[in-house]
């Protein structure tokens, strides 16, 4: 059974930065890409960012480019978000998701396992 664990959650001002962590097991993680997503209040959940199982591809939405960096370590089965120069519209849910492939992929539809979340709060 995979299981994905989310930490590094909490609540920054606005221009502060967060490192989000995603814990994988019950899965060979170095065959899979994995992606970030979020949703926040009243809103669909959104993909944020994606990574080839070898961490070599990366892509990431438009509102987050320049600002966010996902990375993985294969050895710790780990993915990691580096959000920076946050703003008050990052404020959401933050998931981490794995795809049944290794290529990246920003489609949702392409996801079937899901961490539980963690909240990021960014204050004004």
């Known amino acids: 059974q995979v299981q994905l664990v989310e930490s590094g959650g909490g609540t920054v001002q606005a221009g502060g930065s967060l490192r989000l962590s995603c814990a994988a097991s019950?899965?060979?993680?170095?065959?899979?890409?994995m992606g970030w997503f979020r949703q926040a209040p009243g809103k669909e959940r959104e993909v944020v960012a994606a990574i080839s199982s070898s961490g070599r591809s990366t892509n990431y939405a438009d509102s987050v480019k320049g600002r966010f960096t996902i990375s993985r370590d294969n050895d710790k089965n780990s993915v990691y978000l580096q959000m920076n120069s946050l703003k008050s519209e990052d404020t959401a849910v933050y998931y981490c998701?794995?795809?049944?492939?290794?290529?990246?992929?920003?489609?949702?539809?392409?996801?079937?396992?899901w961490g539980q979340g963690t909240q990021v709060t960014v204050s004004s």
């Open positions: 998701a794995a795809p049944g492939t290794s290529i990246v992929t920003m489609k949702p539809a392409e996801y079937n396992s």
């Open positions: 019950g899965l060979t993680f170095y065959n899979y890409a």
